[in-house]
């Protein structure tokens, strides 16, 4: 979904995302700022439709280190 059409009451905040993506919040704001994940900004907060989380989560996953273990048990 386009940010154009985001339904600002079932948007998400940079902290949500954070806690979805299990990233710190100002790496949320670096994916914004770099325009890797698309959001909103109002004055200071930002609004992020949770179907572009979804999506932007989806080719992350893609794109990560497969041979990375988060566990440390190798």
Known sequence: MSTRGL???KALTTEQAAERLQVSVSRVRQFLL????RGLKFGTPWAIDPDDLAEFAKLERRTGNPNF???GSD
């Open 7 to 9: 339904d600002i009451r």
């Open 34 to 37: 770099q325009g890797r994940l």
């Open 69 to 71: 273990s988060r566990t």
